[in-house]
């Protein structure tokens, strides 16, 4: 049993004098009584109360069981109590935090939300990756399908516009024209270069070309895309402006052998004498 040392020690002097009133009232009893009885029940009387008023005191040091009682019991109590009081306010501050507990859910429930909708995110920029690539590829697949035409066609088409018939006979075919492209990886991060050679003329770049040279040049690069893509019809607004006789010849000769339908509004003669239909304004 385990008591304070203070209550410990007042209820050993206790009995003790217990245990002393008993003995001297069985002493006085034995007087008038049988000596060898009163002895024997002072001596029982007395081991039952050392008993009940023994305290276990071995968990105690040396120099705490040798304090018998007083003020300096009464310290060592209220240095025990103190401890404990102070035990006790670590145990208070040590008790889980439940709000901290709930705000670590919800933490873990948002940032599985947002993983959520990373990884939808994701999905959704690799799947708009892929259309923007099969765009790409499709653009590019269409551009070189018609660069590849247009190439082939324009050296012929610019022969003839810039060939002359009585020429042709002595051995002079007109001349030559060239389409490249300036980034034959990426068409699209360069531009298409042009090069034209107008007949007894070197190659030169369309931009050294004069103003009639430019034009044929330009039908030539018309005329050419049609044979990629046919349009219904093609409308020519004074094309001829720039043109010396020979050269609106040579393209009212194109036009009418042609198969495409024109309309040309022209204020030479030697152009609109050559179509099927004459509108004249005034």
Do not use: W
Request: include cysteine; charge should be negative; glycine fraction near 10%.
């Amino acid at each position: 049993v385990e008591v304070p040392l203070a209550e410990g020690a007042e209820v050993v002097h206790a009995a003790a004098a217990a245990a002393g009133g008993r003995s001297s009232s069985s002493s006085r009893g034995s007087a008038s009584g049988s000596p060898s009885g009163g002895g024997a029940a002072s001596a029982a009387a007395l081991g039952e109360a050392e008993a009940e008023a023994a305290v276990d005191l071995s968990a105690l040091p040396e120099d705490k069981r040798a304090i018998k009682g007083g003020d300096t019991a009464k310290l060592q109590e209220e240095e025990y109590r103190s401890e404990l009081r102070r035990m006790l306010g670590d145990l208070e501050h040590l008790r889980p935090n439940l709000k901290a507990i709930e705000q670590l859910a919800l933490a873990a429930e948002q940032a599985e939300s947002a993983g959520r909708d990373a990884a939808t995110a994701r999905k959704e920029i690799e799947d708009v990756e892929k259309r923007f690539e099969a765009v790409r590829a499709a653009r590019r697949d269409r551009f070189n399908a018609c660069f590849k035409k247009v190439q082939e066609e324009i050296n012929g088409v610019y022969r003839r516009l810039t060939g002359n018939p009585s020429d042709s006979a002595l051995g002079f075919e007109g001349g030559s024209a060239y389409l490249d492209l300036e980034d034959t990886e990426d068409p699209f991060n360069g531009g298409v270069k042009f090069t034209a050679m107008p007949p007894t003329k070197r190659f030169c770049d369309i931009g050294l070309l004069s103003g009639g040279e430019r034009t044929l040049a330009a039908m030539a690069l018309l005329f050419a895309m049609q044979a990629y893509q046919r349009p219904p019809f093609l409308v020519l607004d004074e094309v001829d402006a720039h043109l010396d006789g020979p050269n609106v010849q040579a393209l009212a000769r194109y036009v009418e052998q042609s198969d495409c339908q024109t309309i040309v509004i022209s204020l030479k003669d030697k152009l609109f004498s050559c179509s099927d239909g004459l509108v004249g304004i005034s």
